[in-house]
């Protein structure tokens, strides 16, 4: 049977928020891809979504019967994904489905996932994600996805500068014992060891700093660029993930409508409470160990959330990104919501940077 493939861009009735995406091309389906499993599409079909990838960045297959996680796990190897199924030093609670399929994320449901490439905060990050969804939310959990060379073009460009030049350095600390709500991660699961003689192992063989504190807590740091050249494009785009508390904050304001104001204060209490302590789980500094102030942080959200575009998951969706091009997040949701992810072709950042610098604009 010849499987006429179709593109097209997202329509009003697709997304919550932004709309301004829609002339770009993203959506791939066929008119009988009802009857059509994702596994028997032809050859020439998987060209012309590769073709469509590498061009976009982007491609969301819609419309398609899956069988669930292999079905996922197979299509991305025919689609030559070389998947990763380690997320080393990851920092999202997640519980594998397969060997190389996890969950996107186990986070609770009210909090706001905002603009992040994956693994921005470690040297060895995937150049590929993808995702799948079993089971769309019944209330929100909408994906938003963030052009990250428009959001280089939104930004201050004394920020931008300041970016690039100073770079980021995120540090963590952990502890061993599991967190209330399983907000964050021990070393022992973000690391995937059970001692501290293989834990050493790890972060050298990732290139992390890290020190063992007085009261039994880990500090690790990574110092990255914030710029990334776009390998396909030759474009500048931002890479970061934003953790302290004017984001967490921001986020919970910029949404605030789709909350009900009690659990709003609540979630926002709890991440205040976090960000209060001396060791904060997770926090996002300039390369020099400063802070990003308030309204730096504001003007990265704002630069973000112009850059993006907020869809609405359907059963059986199939999302393939490129994480240098394309950032992602998770909006609020009232689970539950199944949506797995997959992650392909790592990289080192620490092997772009040098292209970085001497990219144009
Ligand atoms: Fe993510």
Request: glycine share 4%; hydrophobic share 35%; proline share 5%.
């Amino acid at each position: 049977m010849y499987q006429n493939l179709s593109i097209r861009s997202l329509g009003p009735h697709e997304v919550s928020y932004n709309h301004h995406m829609h002339q770009k091309p993203f959506i791939l389906s066929t008119p009988n891809s009802q009857n059509l499993n994702i596994n028997d599409v032809s050859t020439q079909m998987l060209e012309e979504v590769k073709e469509t990838y590498q061009r976009y960045g982007r491609v969301m297959l819609r419309g398609f019967k899956s069988d669930g996680p292999r079905c996922f796990q197979s299509l991305l190897e025919r689609l030559d994904f070389d998947l990763d199924g380690e997320y080393l030093g990851g920092a999202s609670p997640r519980s594998n489905v397969t060997t190389k399929v996890y969950t996107s994320t186990d986070a609770p449901g009210p909090f706001i996932i905002s603009y992040h490439t994956e693994m921005c905060y470690l040297n060895h990050r995937p150049r590929q994600l993808a995702f799948y969804c079993q089971q769309p939310p019944p209330h929100n959990g909408e994906t938003p996805i963030f052009d990250c060379h428009q959001i280089y073009l939104n930004l201050p460009l004394s920020l931008s500068k300041k970016l690039e030049t100073k770079q980021l350095m995120y540090v963590r600390y952990f502890s061993s014992k599991k967190s209330w709500l399983n907000v964050y991660k021990t070393w022992q699961d973000t690391f995937l060891v059970e001692n501290k003689q293989q834990l050493a192992e790890k972060l050298k063989a990732t290139g992390l700093e890290s020190e063992w504190l007085d009261d039994g807590i880990l500090k690790v740091s990574c110092t990255v660029p914030a710029l990334i050249q776009d390998p396909v494009t030759g474009k500048k785009t931002i890479s970061l993930t934003l953790f302290n508390k004017w984001a967490f904050h921001s986020n919970l304001n910029r949404f605030k409508d789709r909350y009900f104001t009690p659990l709003r204060k609540a979630v926002d209490w709890y991440a205040m409470r976090q960000y209060d302590k001396p060791k904060v789980f997770f926090e996002t500094l300039f390369g020099d160990g400063s802070q990003i102030n308030k309204e730096e942080t504001e003007q990265i959200q704002q630069a973000a959330w112009d850059a993006a575009t907020v869809f609405k998951w359907q059963q059986d969706d199939i999302l393939l990104l490129d994480n240098i091009r394309w950032g992602h997040g998770r909006l609020n949701v009232i689970k539950p919501r199944k949506v797995i992810a997959a992650l392909g072709n790592m990289y080192d950042i620490r092997e772009m940077t040098l292209q970085s610098h001497q990219v144009e604009t």
